[in-house]
């Protein structure tokens, strides 16, 4: 195994109800190739398979806890094994005090593994126990406590995220016509029908709103302007917003009647600002085309 075949691992443990499960979807959202709870003694033939791949996948995280039962004490054997086939590997132990687990339990109704009949905190202090030589050997100790799942995500990404999952929203500006019907993958529908129509302009009707002509006469009029400097203020404010929420993807909608002039116009006025915040928007006029 050469350097250049070399995988990062990122072997992600801790306390049930501390967060391990939302941590590996924000691994997955890194573009981690993620599998949770592979019995132990089956990573270093999982890692062999990875390494073979046509897939080339160079990051994986592996989601390994109580559940793993007897597998548990081999866990430090198979990390030996990755390192002895000079693969990176970290071990990332998510905790969480007895309180906060004891109360994500009772809002959550769910069951504690090790619960059985018994009462939560006493399974709570038994996982502990036996996680104890995992938390020993772990590179890094993330406690959920006082988090906000949004603040564990923003640290999650923070610490492994690649510059690339740091980008921020993958963003689509769309115009449509409201005959034609709303796009249906639509996160933000903005309605531009009370603006001046050039379709009722003679030598207007003909070009579409990525002409200048066309856009010079929309944004000539005092409501067109204010309406897109309410737009970047409302955007400016929202897309942050959506960031933290860990929302990836977000579609920006905005229709006029036809989806030829008023609609496109505006996008195309959208379009250098989002790209100033960094975004670089793709651009679709959906119904540009249309008879």
């Not at 981690?32 to 062999?48: A, K, Q, R």
């Not at 990755?82 to 990176?88: Q, W």
């Not at 929203?169 to 531009?192: N, Q, R």
């Not at 309406?227 to 977000?250: I, S, V």
Request: aromatic residues 8%; contains cysteine; hydrophobic residues 45%.
């Amino acid at each position: 195994m050469t350097a250049a075949e070399s995988i990062g691992f990122v072997v992600i443990t801790g306390m049930s109800g501390a967060g391990k499960s939302f941590a590996i979807k924000c691994f997955e959202d890194m573009g981690y190739f993620c599998v949770d709870n592979l019995p132990t003694t089956l990573i270093p033939t999982f890692s062999d398979l990875v390494a073979r791949s046509m897939q080339k996948i160079r990051r994986v995280a592996l989601g390994v806890d109580v559940r793993e039962g007897e597998y548990l004490s081999h866990l430090l054997d198979a990390l030996q094994a990755l390192k002895a086939r000079r693969h990176a590997v970290e071990v990332l132990f998510i905790e969480a005090g007895d309180e906060a687990l004891v109360r994500r339990y009772h809002e959550t109704r769910r069951r504690h593994p090790l619960a059985g009949d018994g009462h939560v905190l006493d399974a709570i202090r038994a996982e502990r126990k036996a996680l104890a030589h995992m938390r020993e050997i772990a590179d890094r100790i993330v406690d959920t406590s006082a988090l906000t799942v949004h603040q564990f995500r923003d640290l999650l990404v923070e610490l492994y995220g690649a510059p690339k999952a740091r980008a921020g929203l993958a963003t689509m500006l769309v115009s449509f016509g409201f005959k034609h019907g709303i796009p249906i993958d639509a996160d933000l529908v903005f309605d531009v029908r009370f603006l001046a129509n050039p379709h009722f302009v003679d030598n207007l009707r003909a070009l579409d709103g990525r002409d200048p002509r066309v856009r010079e006469f929309i944004m000539r009029h005092p409501e067109s302007r204010e309406l897109l400097a309410r737009l970047q203020d409302l955007l400016r404010f929202l897309l942050p917003a959506y960031e933290r929420e860990g929302k990836a993807y977000m579609t920006i909608a905005v229709g006029c009647t036809g989806g030829r002039h008023r609609s496109v116009a505006v996008v195309e006025e959208l379009r250098p600002f989002l790209d100033e915040l960094g975004l670089a928007p793709s651009v679709v006029h959906r119904d540009l085309d249309r008879e």
